[in-house]
């Protein structure tokens, strides 16, 4: 497994070919509004992942953007809701289409809560992620051959883990709904940027 390190955007045409795309992201902090986005992972499934270290005084990075907003590359996430905001505040973008592990995970795996990256890729690839460089400095100058390695991970398996969730999800009769919950997720993650972040707009009281 390779992985590449761009500063500022894509390469021209990469990823131009690809119908599903992992994506992931680092940021300085969890809070919207307040932590910028610094770095951008992508793997189109082949055993290789692509790191985008940002500008962030401009954000400028039309390569990316295409890749996150063309309608016919999927883009899988997870927990997708947090980065899909993320983009939309700093990149401008709304992304779409998208598909979530984690989502998928809620749905099929009911006989646990247990919805982590780590603990769903151990359960269903046999494959047990580290996640020791989580809280590190993501906007340093200079990333670490480590931040590269763990951001890296985050991406290298979501394609195999959507194809194990997919098949759960299409044996409990719950795919429809999947793709239902995919769709509106991107609307999800503007109700965060616009205030509704802790709101269920759909509760009745």
Not at 96 to 120: E, F, M, N, Q, W
Request: aromatic residues 6%.
């Amino acid at each position: 497994m390779a992985n590449h390190l761009h500063i500022g955007d894509l390469p021209d045409g990469l990823f131009a070919d690809a119908e599903a795309v992992a994506i992931d992201s680092e940021t300085m902090g969890l809070q919207l509004g307040r932590d910028p986005l610094c770095v951008v992972q992508l793997s189109d499934g082949k055993g290789e992942a692509h790191l985008v270290q940002l500008n962030r005084e401009t954000y400028d990075a039309p390569n990316l953007k295409r890749v996150l907003t063309d309608p016919k590359i999927l883009k899988i996430f997870h927990f997708g809701r947090f980065d899909i905001a993320m983009f939309h505040l700093h990149l401008g973008v709304v992304t779409a289409p998208v598909y979530c592990t984690k989502i998928a995970s809620k749905l099929a795996r009911t006989y646990t809560d247990r919805h982590g990256l780590k603990d769903v890729s151990k359960e269903l690839l046999g494959v047990d992620m580290s996640k020791a460089q989580q809280s590190s400095d993501w906007g340093a100058a200079k990333l670490s051959d480590e931040q590269i390695a763990y951001a890296a991970s985050d991406v290298l398996h979501l394609h195999a883990l959507r194809d194990k969730l997919d098949a759960m999800l299409a044996r409990e009769g719950r795919d429809g709904l999947a793709r239902a919950c995919f769709d509106f997720l991107p609307h999800r993650a503007l109700l965060d940027v616009r205030g509704w972040e802790e709101v269920d707009i759909f509760a009745h009281a």
